[in-house]
């Protein structure tokens, strides 16, 4: 295996060289995020789940799409990886630190979302959300189309709502659901016209028109 250290340097010296297929970047790295990236794709390689050599085409797309994550998300998708038998590729691995972002802040994954929202009973502001981020992304796609637009229509937009809420949610924001207004316990009938005619005579009265 590669000393990581080495690699590293030798990448930051000479970027182009490992972009001069993939045409991809990773600028705005530091030192110390590379490092992490190298040391993550090496653990990898070690598992046979990737077989490029740091700096070649597939890595560097890995390092850019990588760049997003923090180490703890990344050690995290890396402990998911022990012993994964299924196919792989990068953009699995890209999938596994979403979840793994998605879960530390107690939020489910897109397809499980769209179900609960689809499933929510009405009131919808007064359903079990799993989080408030479901609720706000079910009611920014709309409940009615949820409710009637096939999946393959409808979920596209959803997944983008949510995942907009989600990166609100990671940042820091506050994204409770708004308490609906109470119902009045006592609900006035509507008045007859006879009531209406002495309310309008007892108005007039009063103004003495």
């Known amino acids: 295996m590669e000393n990581i250290n080495q690699v590293v340097t030798n990448l930051s010296l000479n ?23 190298a040391a993550s794709w090496e653990i990898l390689r070690s598992r046979n789940l990737v077989h490029a050599h740091v700096g070649s085409t597939e890595y560097r797309v890995f390092e850019r799409d990588m760049a997003e994550f923090s180490d703890s998300q990344i050690d995290s998708a890396l402990d998911r990886t022990k012993g994964f038998t299924g196919f792989f590729k ?51 796609t709309g409940w009615f189309e949820l409710a009637s637009m096939p999946t393959d229509d409808i979920y596209p937009r959803f997944a983008y709502n949510y995942d907009l809420i989600c990166k ?23 008045m007859t016209q006879q009531q209406k005619i002495r309310q309008m005579a007892s108005i007039r009265e009063t103004v003495k028109l």
């Open 168 to 190: 609100r949610v990671i940042a820091g924001e506050d994204i409770t659901i708004p308490v609906p207004e109470a119902i009045p316990e006592k609900i006035s009938a509507p």
């Open 15 to 37: 970027p182009s060289k490992a972009n001069q297929h993939s045409g991809t970047t990773s600028q705005g790295l530091t030192a110390e995020k590379r490092k992490k990236l």
């Open 90 to 140: 990068t953009g699995v691995f890209y999938d596994i630190c979403k979840t793994a972002e998605l879960e530390n802040h107690g939020l489910p994954e897109p397809r499980a979302a769209y179900q609960q929202a689809c499933m929510a009973p009405k009131p919808k502001a007064k359903a079990k959300w799993s989080h408030p981020a479901v609720y706000q992304a079910g009611m920014q």
